[in-house]
């Protein structure tokens, strides 16, 4: 079947063209929420801000899982909401702000046109969340940045654009500076306009604030030596070309920043209309073999996230779907490419926070929530028309790993569920021994998946385990042939397979692993993909 034509490619098109779909990453604490909730605020979606942690704090009463995410204080599931502004839709991907769930992150922004960091202006780049930042850029994501609580004592904002180049490796264009020392926070100077934006806040926030621009001559005489440094600084960022430069940040080069306080809500407008004339609108997504499936095509997307049992009443499967082509509508079938079966969607959701809507079409850049979705795997591409496959979703190179067996072992049968399912929704890598020990090694980033995986096999699946980490801390893909080798080097290595066939060879030490690729060059050792990003060689 070729591209959809006339009217209905027009309007699919056009529908494209409104949307934009980005994610907010942040250190826990920067202030992630607040900027959700004030966005939605100001896109009018709600009509006072709190909405969304009332919403939260509903979800969590209600789930048995979530309990741990309440006890840590930290989101641990993503969340999906939609919202017009502008005469444009906007789709927001939460991310999981601990680095222990960075390939969480990234799986998410693989879904994304672009992502808004958020710095707490206190503590810049904080060591932590690394991790994340780096992931953003990996994805050569445009990525907009915020300076957050500015309301606040912080640290001295040219300092924090040195860090940011130096640890994310992207270049900040300050679209606004601030006027005022920390702590004296006066306003922005918008270097776009030339003008002085005052600050002013409203009671809690809750509602949206009005924004008092005066010009510099004014700004001048209110404001004094403040706004005459602040002249001083965007001189100075101009002498060294820190301008909005739209196509090196459309290729994740440099990054539009902006200071504000989430809080107040200063500044929030000016970075969600950033969002609608900065992030590109879907465009073409590229299939495995490189070519382009246009936006006018029947309907294909892909399965970037998935999460079961968000409500404990119903012991769902809810694949998150981003769609990159065509027009969506509840109730087609379409295809599920890596199996060529039909895939019915007659439950397909949008969600809000925890909340779902039944949703009856989407377009390109939308998310849509599939039910029942359980034989969905992470990458897994759906279709309508001529077949199409998107590429697969990199794993991390994991860094942890631990065997798994129940604790109790007339519970086998719900155990190995447990883990298939928790395989599945991508929780922890599960690598398995082709030869001998029947126990699963489960392979993770950051210790808490380990954590979480335990908690849900006991919650969940009525299946308590034992968990012991092994002393390994490096993977490397390997091959057969290189597989026998190693296991003639040492019996500290072992080699394991993981559900795709793919093998992973598990070392104790990067030293003792950089000696052996030196001394046998010939053996296949290749990094699956750095948490830093690299990619493996296909
Ligand atoms: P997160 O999702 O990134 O983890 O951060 P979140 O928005 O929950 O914000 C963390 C804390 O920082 C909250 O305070 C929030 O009110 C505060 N905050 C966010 N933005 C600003 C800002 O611009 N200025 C100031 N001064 N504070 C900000 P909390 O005390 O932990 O929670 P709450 O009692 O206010 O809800």
Redo the contacts with the bound molecule.
């Keep these: 079947m070729t591209a959809l034509v006339g009217e209905e490619a027009q309007l699919i098109v056009g529908e494209a063209a409104r949307r934009r779909t980005f994610a907010i990453i942040?250190?826990?604490?920067?202030?992630?929420?607040?900027?959700t909730e004030k966005f939605l605020l100001y896109a009018g979606a709600v009509a006072e801000a709190g909405a969304v942690?009332a919403r939260g704090a509903r979800r969590r009463a209600t789930s048995d899982w979530m309990a741990l995410e309440q006890e840590r204080g930290i989101?641990i599931t993503s969340t999906a909401l939609q919202f017009s502004y502008r005469d444009h839709v906007l789709n927001l991907l939460d991310t999981p702000?601990h680095r222990d769930f960075s390939e969480d992150t990234y799986r998410v922004l693989a879904a994304a046109d672009a992502a808004v960091m958020?710095l707490d202006v206190a503590k810049g780049v904080e060591h932590q969340t690394l991790k994340l930042f780096e992931v953003c850029r990996a994805r050569s994501l445009p990525v907009l940045t915020l300076l957050?609580?500015?309301?606040?004592p912080g640290r001295d904002p040219l300092e924090l654009l040195d860090e940011i180049e130096e640890q994310i490796g992207l270049r900040p264009t300050p679209v606004t500076w601030p006027v005022g020392i920390p702590g004296d926070f006066r306003g922005v100077l918008d270097r776009q306009t030339g003008e002085f934006v005052r600050y002013g806040r409203t009671a809690h926030g809750a509602r949206t604030a009005r924004e008092e621009r005066a010009d510099p001559e004014v700004a001048r005489l209110s404001e004094g030596p403040a706004f005459e440094r602040a002249l001083e600084e965007a001189a100075l960022l101009e002498a060294v070309g820190a301008n909005l430069d739209v196509g090196s940040f459309l290729a994740g080069e440099s990054s539009p920043l902006f200071v504000?306080?989430?809080?107040?809500n200063f500044g929030v407008r000016h970075l969600l209309d950033a969002v609608v004339n900065l992030v590109p609108p879907p465009s073409p997504r590229a299939d495995s073999t490189g070519a382009r499936r246009r936006l006018e095509e029947p309907f294909s997307g892909f399965v970037f996230k998935i999460q079961s049992n968000m409500d404990p009443a119903h012991r769902d499967h809810v694949a998150f779907v981003r769609v990159c082509s065509g027009r969506f509508e509840r109730g087609m079938t379409v295809v599920h490419e890596p199996s060529s079966r039909p895939f019915a969607t007659k439950y397909a959701a949008s969600l809000f926070g925890a909340e779902r809507e039944t949703i009856d079409v989407a377009y390109p850049g939308d998310v849509i929530g599939l039910v029942n979705a359980g034989d969905l795997r992470i990458g897994d591409t759906l279709y309508a028309g001529e077949r199409v496959a998107f590429p697969s979703i990199p794993s991390f190179s994991p860094e942890l790993f631990a065997r798994v067996r129940p604790r109790d072992t007339g519970r086998h049968k719900q155990f190995r569920r447990g883990v298939e399912q928790l395989e599945k929704e991508g929780v922890v890598q599960v690598l398995r021994d082709p030869a001998g020990d029947p126990d699963p090694v489960l392979a993770a980033v950051g210790r808490m998946q380990f954590e979480v995986f335990a908690h849900r096999l006991a919650e969940e699946f009525g299946a308590p385990v034992d968990l012991s980490p092994t002393a390994h801390t490096v993977a490397r893909r390997t091959d057969e042939p290189t597989a026998a080798a190693l296991r003639r080097t040492s019996a500290s290595i072992r080699v394991l397979a993981r559900r795709d066939g793919a093998l992973l060879a598990l070392f104790e030490s990067r030293h003792w692993l950089a000696r052996l690729e030196a001394e046998h060059p010939e053996w296949r050792l290749e990094p699956v993909l750095e948490s830093g990003g690299r990619r493996a060689a296909p």
């Design positions: 942040s250190h826990p604490d920067a202030g992630k929420t607040t900027l942690k989101s702000g958020v957050n609580k500015c309301d606040r504000g306080s989430a809080l107040t």
